[in-house]
């Protein structure tokens, strides 16, 4: 681990070795329960009400989507959020996958509505020239809905974070399924977390409910983030950041 988050009060909970077989082969590990149910309520109503609040600029801080209710820079929209990217077990699946120190890189709300979603199969980040790494970008899903195969539960292709090249180079429509792809399945509650070079894409929501789900991604230190916390940052929520989380965030104390 990061010796900079021990230092700053990080209490870590290590992965198991199963866990850690899982990320290295597969790219993927789903961990449960991670959100009381008390905590899960407060991220659905928090979820909607930004929705609802923002209207037609909700997301466009990072990017919107025909179809998708999408959100950005949660870390600035209520302190609900404030425990997401300082969850231990996450942070050592970063670190794990990674190998060096890291900040977050965005949190962000995704929705696909009844009917939408599908995305072409992608990765965050590219494929390193060897398998094994470096790699730059972990993601997670924060499950507030069931995540099911009906509703349009994240799909992924196990191991290909290991593939060389480009997903372009070995798939000629990105957004038919894939012969290998599963699907990031869970109860509400439950955190998918995997490397950022996996191909994975949002899949069609096909039932009449909601999947909505966080997106807490981060990245390598050395690289910009995809939402500059520094210039984003509110006295509000710099207020009450710990010493850990301006270290995750990349502000300063
Ligand atoms: O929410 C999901 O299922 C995945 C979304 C995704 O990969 C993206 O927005 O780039």
């Not at 955190?191 to 909601?210: C, E, K, P």
Request: glycine content about 8%; some cysteine.
């Amino acid at each position: 681990m990061d010796n900079e988050l021990l230092k700053r009060g990080l209490e870590p909970r290590p992965l198991t070795s199963a866990q850690r077989t899982a990320l290295d082969t597969d790219g993927f590990i789903v961990l449960e329960d991670v959100i009381s149910q008390e905590w899960l309520a407060g991220l659905r109503r928090a979820f909607d009400a930004i929705y609802d609040g923002e209207g037609d600029k909700a997301g466009e801080e990072v990017a919107q989507m025909e179809g998708v209710r999408r959100l950005a820079d949660l870390v600035n929209k209520g302190q609900v959020f404030d425990e997401v990217y300082l969850q231990p077990e996450l942070l050592a699946a970063v670190f794990h996958v990674l190998r060096r120190p890291f900040k977050l890189h965005s949190l962000n709300g995704h929705d696909p509505l009844p009917g939408s979603g599908l995305q072409m199969l992608h990765a965050d980040w590219g494929q390193p020239a060897t398998p094994g790494g470096p790699y730059h970008v972990v993601n997670s899903m924060w499950m507030l809905d069931d995540f099911t195969r009906v509703n349009g539960a994240t799909r992924c292709v196990p191991g290909s974070h290991r593939i060389p090249g480009k997903v372009t180079d070995h798939v000629t429509d990105r957004m038919v399924d894939h012969p290998d792809q599963v699907h990031l399945t869970g109860r509400a509650g439950s955190v998918a977390v995997f490397n950022g070079s996996l191909w994975h894409s949002s899949y069609i929501n096909r039932a009449d409910t909601s999947r909505r789900a966080l997106h807490c991604a981060f990245i390598a230190r050395e690289h910009p983030q995809q939402t500059n916390q520094r210039e984003y940052l509110r006295p509000a929520t710099a207020q009450r950041l710990s010493p850990l989380a301006c270290y995750i965030l990349d502000v300063p104390e």
